[in-house]
């Protein structure tokens, strides 16, 4: 091999050399995308205590990094003391509970909607509808229609995954929910005998702070 051919190959290997680094050094700034729940930390997590009538308590952590306007607008609402009072207006035993129906008293208040936070609304939404996941109501078939209604998973429902906006998860008082939903109901599956309801929501920010959410009027 000549001179010239030699140092042609040695320019290859160098420049070969030096793409392959520049690859991996931009690599190393990118979050590999993943169709699986990817969780940061529980001290990133809000934390909000629901304190029901009969002084049992449920615990809920949300999620700001799987549905993060839909926790803002958990936040506003806790905040605002929206659920301080009402009751699980639905109940189904082996399937959920579901609360924030607005009443006479809202006097129509508040008069928004957010966004659904869902994979079939074109969302990356990964948290599935296992037992203790809360998630957001919303009018069938209107897909950013969700606004103070929740529900809470007292058994796995798969059907619901990618339909609904799932954003945190009961880690203390599911026991409470479950009872929640043992309550007698009538054919609506409202509770109709003294419900349980909740006297006083709060929510531990861990110090963060978080907007209001992003509304649809």
């Not at 609402?77 to 006479?104: C, N, S, T, W």
Request: negative net charge.
């Amino acid at each position: 091999m000549n001179s010239t051919k030699s140092t042609t190959l040695k320019w290859m290997l160098l420049l070969t050399l030096s793409v392959s680094i520049l690859l991996v050094i931009t690599g190393c700034g990118k979050k590999a995308e993943t169709n699986e729940l990817q969780l940061e930390s529980s001290d990133k997590h809000p934390v909000v205590t629901i304190e029901m009538s009969n002084d049992k308590v449920i615990k809920v952590e949300l999620f700001p990094e799987v549905a993060p306007n839909t926790v803002n607008n958990m936040i506003s609402l806790v905040q605002a003391g929206f659920y301080d009072g009402k009751i699980f207006h639905r109940v189904i035993p082996k399937f959920m509970v579901q609360a924030g129906e607005l009443v006479a008293a809202d006097a129509g208040q508040p008069d928004y909607t957010i966004k659904g936070e869902f994979a079939n609304n074109g969302f990356k939404n990964f948290l599935l509808h296992e037992r203790g996941v809360i998630s957001t109501a919303r009018v069938g078939g209107m897909n950013d229609s969700a606004s103070t209604q929740f529900f809470i998973m007292v058994n796995k429902n798969a059907g619901l995954d990618g339909d609904y906006a799932a954003f945190g998860k009961v880690v203390e008082g599911i026991e409470v929910a479950d009872e929640i939903a043992a309550q007698p109901r009538d054919g609506l599956d409202r509770p109709n005998k003294d419900p349980l309801y909740m006297k006083k929501v709060t929510v531990d920010l861990k110090g963060m702070t978080f907007p209001e959410p992003e509304v649809i009027r």
